[in-house]
Structure formats: structure tokens, C-alpha cells
């Protein structure tokens, strides 16, 4: 029913072709279909219109289309709860009707009912299914590194160790924010802004928190506010509520 250029796992934008008692089906531009079903066709749909849609296999192991937005496509990472676990392994809520699967030998540890794991998504290619596994080491870009030293990142946190927080970098490479660089309250399964420290020779980056210089600048602030608050017996007369200007004649720093 659909194959060709149409991304399983993906999002795709597809034409509205022709109309059935199911649904719509939708056509990509090398013509093929795959169907669309009543109860996700808005009203507004007309033939020939234009619509992004995430195709996946259904229940039936059909191929169709959603308009529903899954937490995670295919080749991505996401933090996802466990619904249930039974024979075949444990099904993951991914914001679609059918349950994402991750089988016992794609888990690094038997995964329980209400947790929430980092995983990553891939196709099964003996049963063309999307599936997905805790074991992330193998999905992590380690060649062509395609960060630098001071480059702001996007970060998925999945791992504390005794180093630090192992973090998942722009959704390709891997790095850790050590314990020494962690001064705020962060956990497995936040996604955050983080920044490159260092990129190592085995392809894994050193992250931190802040922006490089953002600590000196910190402490030198801490440092003035401190020594004008002993110079003045213990009591500064500032609060957040004064002026920029008075903080910039009183202490020399900006509000």
C-alpha cells in the first residue's frame, strides 16, 4: 500500500487524493498511498490539500498515518514511560493509539511498569517494525564530531554515574557534564541547554552547564557585592528593587 520515498517513522508531508468510508488517502509525490483514518481527517481537509502526517504500522501491522505528534520519530532519543510489561517485553507511551515496543534483548535492564527510561528508536529491519532499545552506546555518532569548544548544545540527560551526568548531545553524540561542573538541581530525562567544554579524541564531548567564562563572571560578581557589603559594616542598602543606575555608581557591575 505504501512504500517508495514515504518515510515509515517519520513525519511526511502528503496530498489529500481521494476520499473512502475509512478516510482520506494521502499520496506523496511519487504516488504512493496510504490511508489516513476518519478519526483523525479535520473537517477542513479537502482533496488536494497538503498535510503533515506521522506514518507508522498499526495494531494490524498496516501502514498508516496519523496527525497525532509521537514523543519520539524514528532514530531520535526521548525519555518514555513504561505502560506495561507482559511476554514480548515492555510497551512504552509515545503519544500514538499502539504502544512503542522495547523486547528483553533491547533492554540493559528489565524495565518495569511506570518507569520512565531514555531510549532510542529504530526499524526492526527482520519485521520492518519501529521498536526501541535502552542499549544507546551503538547510536551515538563517534566520527565527524560536528561540535566545538563553546558551542551551545541541546541536551537529554540519561545517566548519573560516579563521574557525573552522561547527557545525549543534539541527539547524536555523547557527553558528560562531570559532578564538579553540576551546580543546579538536573536528573535523567530533562532535556537542557548545555555547552561544549572539550571534544576528546574517542568522539565524546565534555559538557557544562553555563557558558564558558559564566562562572569567573558569576564569582567576580559575588566578589564585589561581598566586599561593598563588609565595607559598609555588614548592610547593603541595595535590593532588587533599586535602580540599574544606583547598582551601576554604588558597586560598578550591571543590574
Known sequence: LCSGSMDIGKTNRLKAARTTEFGFF????EGNEVLLPNAYVSPELKLDDEIDVFIYRDSENRIV???LKPYVELEEFAYLKVKQVNKFGAFLDWGLLKDLMVPFSE???????GNSYVIFMFMDESS????ATTNLNEFFYKDDIDVKEGDE??????KMTDLGMNAIVDNLYKGLIFKS???????VGDRIKGYVKQVRKDGKTDLALEPTGYK????KTADIILSAIKENDGV??????????????RLGISK
Open 128 to 131: 520492518e517494525r519501529l521498536v
Open 26 to 29: 494521502l499520496v506523496d509525490e
Open 216 to 219: 569567573d563572571s558569576i564569582e
Open 107 to 113: 533492554q540493559n535492564e528489565r524495565m518495569e511498569e
Open 236 to 249: 547593603l542598602s541595595l535590593t532588587d528593587k533599586s535602580s540599574p543606575e544606583e547598582i551601576s555608581q
Open 65 to 67: 498515518a496519523t496527525t
Open 181 to 187: 561542573d553540576i551546580h543546579k538541581n538536573i536528573q
Open 153 to 158: 548544545v541541546e541536551l537529554l540527560l540519561y
